[in-house]
């Protein structure tokens, strides 16, 4: 694209999941703003868009996990799968007018801040943009971490990330291989075992697994919501609330945590029999630690046999090999690497450049911070959604990105009522802040419970992935701009030609 | 700040009233580490909790005591309604005496629930103690519905008639909340009668005119021992004084827990955010 002027317009959006598309419709609806919305894959939709394993699915319910601004009436079931998920993301891009502003086949590969004409500049592939406000919503289940296993490159037979799933592959007939134990995992394994002629799974720990109780919503169902007026704010709200309820049991409250593990272990034990299976599949940290799974199809899968448990880390292949930590060898045609995310080291992180020349991933070299989970000192102009301590154990993601809109929408209200231009958070209001969520991080079950996971940054066992608190407090601090600790300049005089 | 509890006996006039305390101890308040979020301007007066009918302060506050001293200090005071101390004014008695011997020269937010909102509205007429109050279906004179209620109690109660759980569980609950939760009934011993007596007594016309303390009243929109209405005509007797409601039957601590924490914590940290007369926006999340 040499010799092309770079695009400008008012803001960006890097990424068009949950985050980038809610942001975009706030945008849309609520300003007068020119923005674009740069997507480096060919749709919208972001981890719903990546996701297409066999069950994929939902754990959090359908009337929750969707925009309180666009309620959908016929989710067609209390936890959507993944298809009807993103066809929502499509109409809502669709229905909101954002297709013109939307950027396919773009992907970034440097945001750069440039003082002197105070604008953010991007390199992407389709060429290169400029823009004051640059809001990224990458997503933070969004880049596979895949596992360093001596013999993994010469596997005879194919491999794939579950978020990647390569549906060219025809599973019938063979010996397929599952690695990990997360909450994908547990979707795919008894999914997959219905047409596979084995499956193993790799279990290095155990996951606390509830009933899923997942039932379709009747045509009467979806007519009372569609019908009567409030039905579903209200539902709404019932189901928010009732999810709040479940933080007692992520700070140790006795009261709540002894029955929540309790409805754990008593689901094992009602589906698994075998005292020896159950034991290996008995966590020995406390239950919440690491994300809670919801089924009620993957214990029986362990339970029949259709699933063997190999409950040992894989630890190398060679040819159809597949080797655990124990010495167990399994034969294998195809191997699934279920092993989750680039969670606490975002990719995006190391592309972008702030103020003083610095990439986003130096100033987070031990772990991510931002104050109000948004802003980050040293890169003006620069709003992250989904990222430092914005994501929750035991509520909807929705609820926060949501938040976070809110929170941005009213920094640029902000800055246009002091006619600003640049607006930048102080390193000793973002220190405060982050002093203050390692002050509650630090009785939550994440760094109490005994498990490694991927909400705890491993530089500095610092939890940075999630929000230590209730998603109502979230809500009450970071719902609405505050502007204490900012500095606010108006733009450089510059010339132009 | 630690959220574990103490429990501790007050000897008020001879009737000793249990005391559960958490987030601070013996050696009184330590205000370091509990100015909440670190964002100032906060209030952090000790919050006092009033179990409601049938309830106690470990049944009733099980949620909310520990998480609402996660922010600040917090006492849960179990009155003793039993024998002849369960008159409103021995019970405010009581209160006074635990609030000076626990907390003194303290001034408090004192959040009263269902009976407890009686005896905290009681209390706080011309009380400069109390700093804020929060009436958790409240009821201002009782109705014909409630004597009736407390009359239906009291046939049930008097034949021993197992019948009793039934209708307690029944009137406390929403129905929505019982198609998924198997609650317990109110307690067994005498207190639940003396509380639901008072219930059916009670008459706070006097009282109300000298609430002047910043107020929050709850209502549930599915209460059927107190009613909506009750809590609607406190909001409107008060000068100082903001409603909230929750979708909930009468037994909301259990219902919606974390919507009344929320609803508390917001009021306690700030008393006044809410002007006066303003009903609550709901929380749309």
Known sequence: ?497 | MSSAATIRTVNVGGVDVLCTISGFDERGIDARGIDEHGIGGQSVDPVVLLAGIGGTAASDFSFLLPLLARTRPVLAVDLGYGGGSGRLDGLVDQLAGVLSAVLPGRRVSLVGFSVGATVAAAFAADNPVVASLVLVTPVVHASRRHRMLAALRGHLDAAGDDALRVLDIFSAHSAMFLEKHSPEPFSKDGATSAQMSLFADSDLTEALPHLTAPTLVVGCTHDDIAGVDGALEVFASLSNCRYAEIDSGHAVLAERPAEVLAVIREFVSHPARLRAGSVREEAHP
């Open chain 1, 1 to 497: 694209m040499n010799g092309i002027e770079p695009i400008e317009v008012d803001t960006i959006i890097v990424g068009s999941g949950f985050g980038g598309l809610g942001m975009g419709i706030r945008l849309a609806r609520d300003t007068e703003r020119t923005f674009l919305i740069l997507e480096r894959a060919d749709d919208v939709g972001g981890t719903w868009r990546d996701n297409t394993y066999p069950g994929v699915a939902c754990d959090i319910p359908s009337h929750l996990y969707s925009f309180s601004f666009r309620p959908k009436t016929d989710w067609g079931r209390f936890y959507a799968n993944g298809s009807e998920i993103q066809r929502y993301l499509q109409d809502s891009a669709r229905q909101e007018g954002l297709l013109p502003h939307l950027r396919f086949r773009t992907e970034v590969s440097q945001m750069r801040w440039q003082a002197d004409s105070a604008r953010w500049h991007l390199e992407t592939t389709t060429g290169s943009y400029v823009c004051r406000v640059l809001i990224v919503a990458a997503g933070r289940l969004s880049e596979p971490r895949i596992p360093v296993i001596p013999g993994l490159a010469d596997f005879d037979g194919p491999v794939f990330h579950s978020s990647a799933w390569d549906h060219g592959v025809d599973l019938a007939g063979k010996r397929v291989g599952i690695v990990g134990t997360g909450a994908s995992a547990i979707q795919i394994a008894p999914n997959v075992a219905r047409v596979a002629d084995s499956v193993v799974l790799f279990q290095r720990t155990p996951a606390y697994i509830v009933p899923r109780a997942d039932r379709a919503y009747s045509d009467s169902d979806k007519r009372l919501l569609e019908r009567v007026p409030g039905a579903i704010e209200r539902l709404r709200s019932r189901l928010f609330w009732d999810a709040e309820a479940g933080f007692a049991q992520r700070i140790g409250l006795p009261d709540a945590v002894e029955p929540f593990r309790d409805v754990a272990l008593g689901h094992l034990a009602a589906q698994v029999a075998d005292p020896v299976l159950r034991a290996r599949l008995t966590p020995a940290y406390e239950i919440g630690c690491k994300r809670v799974a919801l089924s009620d199809e993957f214990y029986p899968a362990i339970a029949s046999g259709a699933v063997q448990l190999e409950s040992s880390a894989l630890e190398s292949l060679t040819g159809n090999t597949a080797i655990g930590a124990s010495g167990a060898a399994h034969e294998l045609d195809v191997l699934v690497l279920a092993t989750g995310f680039h969670s606490t080291q975002p990719p995006f992180a190391t592309r972008v450049i702030g103020r003083d020349g610095i990439a986003l991933s130096e100033r987070w070299s031990r772990g991510m911070v931002a104050h109000a989970s948004t802003t980050v000192a040293g890169f003006p102009n620069l709003f992250v959604i989904d990222g430092p301590n914005a994501s929750l154990g035991h509520n909807s993601a929705v609820h926060m990105i949501e938040t976070q809109i809110s929170f941005i929408l009213g920094a640029l209200d902000h800055l246009e009522i002091v006619t600003g231009e640049v607006l930048e958070v102080s390193r000793e209001a973002e220190d405060a802040w982050v002093r203050e969520l390692d002050r509650r991080s630090a009785s939550t079950v994440w760094l109490t419970g005994g498990c490694s996971s991927w909400y705890v940054d491993d530089r500095s066992d610092r939890l940075t992935l999630l929000w230590p608190d209730f998603a109502f407090a979230f809500r009450d601090e970071v719902g609405s701009f505050d502007p204490r600790g900012y500095r606010v300049r108006s733009a450089p005089v510059t010339v132009v030609d």
